[in-house]
T-cell receptor, first 116, second 115 residues
């Protein structure tokens, strides 16, 4: 079974600074997808960014980018120019790319605080 | 475009009562997922459907929980009888199964409180 580990329960960053959230995963599969979801206090689950395992290029979405290290099974999220609205819980998630196993396996989340 | 719609947004009821949570997936999506979020266990998958057929219900905690998807546009998660430990936020999500990189889109969740 796949597992996803987020070792940082809480992180803090000053506005306009950069922060990196860590995520590691364990799998024996070669075909899979990785996601970062954001959950603000409103409790919505908002997709931030996704990465396909067979793509070597790191995904980028505006201020959000990932550092995908497939051999190390690491998938960290970098938030540049942090804004107050970035304050939320961030969840890393894994999804198999094969068969009917399309469910998401989530990490335990990292709570990000953004300070002035 | 309408996203995943869940109802009710909040539910407070007494233990022993039947609870029904509802979900309308995004039109055209053919996979539907029910997740539960608690402080202790985080986000965990309860059950998911592909093309209205339950694929994996191994996450359903007990026989008190049941889920149905009678058609492509509606699903229910039922708890009968409810217990205080069922208190959680329940999320429904949908995606298009068959397209490799389609992510899951989540509803706003139902916060369930069992007294």
């Amino acid at each position: 079974a796949q597992t996803v580990t987020q070792s940082q329960p809480e992180m803090s960053v000053q506005e306009a600074e950069t922060v990196t959230l860590s995520c590691t995963y364990d799998t024996s599969e070669s075909d899979y997808y990785l996601f970062w979801y954001k959950q603000p206090p409103s409790r919505q689950m908002i997709l931030v960014i996704r990465q396909e395992a067979y793509k070597q290029q790191n995904a980028t979405e505006n201020r959000f980018s990932v550092n995908f290290q497939k051999a190390a099974k690491s998938f960290s999220l970098k938030i540049s120019d942090s804004q107050l609205g970035d304050a939320a819980m961030y969840f890393c998630a894994y999804r198999s790319g094969t068969g009917t196993a399309s469910k998401l396996t989530f990490g335990t989340g990292t709570r990000l605080q953004v300070t002035l | 475009d309408a996203g995943v719609i869940q109802s009710p947004r909040h539910e407070v009821t007494e233990m022993g009562q039947e609870v029904t949570l509802r979900c309308k997936p995004i039109s055209g999506h053919n996979s539907l997922f029910w997740y539960r979020q608690t402080m202790m266990r985080g986000l965990e998958l309860l059950i998911y459907f592909n093309n209205n057929v339950p694929i994996d219900d191994s996450g359903m905690p007990e026989d008190r929980f049941s889920a149905k998807m009678p058609n492509a546009s509606f699903s229910t998660l039922k708890i009968q009888p409810s217990e205080p430990r069922d208190s959680a936020v329940y999320f429904c999500a949908s995606s298009f199964y068959g397209a490799r990189d389609q992510p899951q889109h989540f509803g706003d969740g139902t916060r369930l409180s069992i007294l």
